[in-house]
């Protein structure tokens, strides 16, 4: 019998979990609204498991391709204060060089859109290095077909938003 992942309670990053659903409702404003009041509550200082989810998840709620690449660069930034024994308090099976992919494949699409194919390049690539970590479920599966999406937009010249 395998035992549950051990966990560390982190109301924090609860509080993150029921702002993305909350967004992922529907309510995008008001999900943009708490994550921000996150965002001021923790600083620009503190945990970098805080900094870079909510980072991560404000930059999908953004109207504007410009802010959604400040909430992206945010989001990778924090991830370099964050490392393994501290994403594993919040899940053990979790790893900070797990979380590049997606932060680069965002990176990529955004810079793509804003017509920096130069710096989506380089993020596209930076987000293949490290897809090895990415689990082979349905979230893998999903980073590898973006990475797929971006990489042909990038060769067709396509600045506009991917479904």
């Not at 965002?106 to 690539?125: E, F, Q, V």
């Amino acid at each position: 019998m395998t035992q549950p992942p051990k966990t560390e309670p982190d109301e924090v990053m609860a509080a993150i979990g029921a702002a993305v659903e909350q967004g992922r409702a529907g309510d995008r404003a008001a999900a943009r609204e708490t994550l921000t009041a996150l965002w001021d509550r923790t600083g620009g200082h503190g945990d970098a498991l805080h900094r870079c989810s909510i980072a991560h998840y404000l930059a999908d709620l953004q109207d504007e391709t410009t802010d959604e690449l400040l909430w992206d660069q945010r989001a990778l930034a924090a991830v370099t204060g964050l490392d393994d024994e501290r994403a594993r308090r919040f899940h053990d099976s979790l790893q900070a060089r797990a979380f590049l992919p997606s932060l680069h494949l965002n990176l990529a699409d955004a810079y793509r859109r804003t017509g920096d194919p130069a710096s989506a390049r380089h993020h596209l690539a930076a987000a293949t290095t490290d897809v090895d970590l990415l689990p082979d479920d349905d979230y893998g599966a999903m980073l590898r077909s973006g990475i797929d999406k971006v990489r042909n937009a990038l060769a067709t010249g396509s600045t506009h938003p991917l479904q």
